[in-house]
């Protein structure tokens, strides 16, 4: 149910062709919305060139814990695109199954540590509508993440809620290799391709 088709890679603008081939590396695909937003280059030009500024890894917070926080943000809201992608993309950057089993209830979990908990609740709370981010939820983030690793939280939550919003609004569909990952990895949460169907 796509509203707008993707541009076929071929078709792409040279320039904008060169730079999502980026997204090769962690999801194995240029996304169809990368291709969707492609119809105005220069909007799919700036989404690649804050998802490269954003996913970088640092010190603090990692590639994979990265896009757990993508898959936590995009849970929470309920895209289903979005939850394939970063399934497949955080087992990419090296998430044990353990800990891509338990991202959905990772309270109660021994896969993550107090730190990573409290972000993974900040990404549901921060995801909520209306937000549900209050004095607990960012005290508990603030004892284990500095402001400067809260910054970076932050901004891989607000790049889902960008994605999550055109992927459910658009029905972008889902590409092979992100079905596959959901139909793996993803029995028992809800997830099913629904609108994204290709």
């Known amino acids: 149910m796509a509203l707008v088709d993707a541009i076929e890679e071929h078709d792409l603008d040279p320039g904008l062709r060169e730079k999502v081939q980026f997204f090769k590396g962690p999801l194995g695909v240029i996304p169809n919305s990368v291709r969707t ?7 799919a030009e700036a989404y690649t060139a804050l998802n490269v500024a ?9 590639s994979e814990f990265k896009r757990l926080i993508g898959y936590a943000s995009s849970f929470a809201s309920g895209c289903m695109y979005c939850r394939a992608h970063m399934i497949l993309a ?3 950057f090296g998430a044990s199954e353990e800990r891509l089993a338990a991202v959905t209830d990772f309270e109660d979990s021994p896969c993550f540590t107090d730190a990573e908990k409290a972000a993974l609740a900040f990404a549901h709370a921060a995801t909520a509508v209306p937000n549900g981010v209050d004095e607990g939820v960012a005290r ?3 004892a284990h993440w500095a402001d400067e690793d809260i910054v970076e939280i932050m901004a891989v939550i607000s790049l889902f809620g960008y994605l999550n919003r055109w992927n459910d609004s658009m ?3 889902l ?9 793996r990895l993803l029995g ?5 391709v629904g609108k994204h169907a290709g």
Do not use: C, F, H, N
Request: glycine share 10%.
């Open 140 to 142: 508990r983030l603030k």
């Open 188 to 192: 028992g949460t809800g997830w099913e």
């Open 175 to 183: 590409e092979d290799l992100p079905v596959e990952a959901g139909e």
């Open 90 to 92: 955080s087992e990419r």
């Open 37 to 43: 937003m492609a119809y105005r280059p220069a909007i």
């Open 54 to 62: 954003v996913m970088q890894p640092t010190e603090r917070v990692s």
């Open 171 to 173: 029905g972008s569909a």
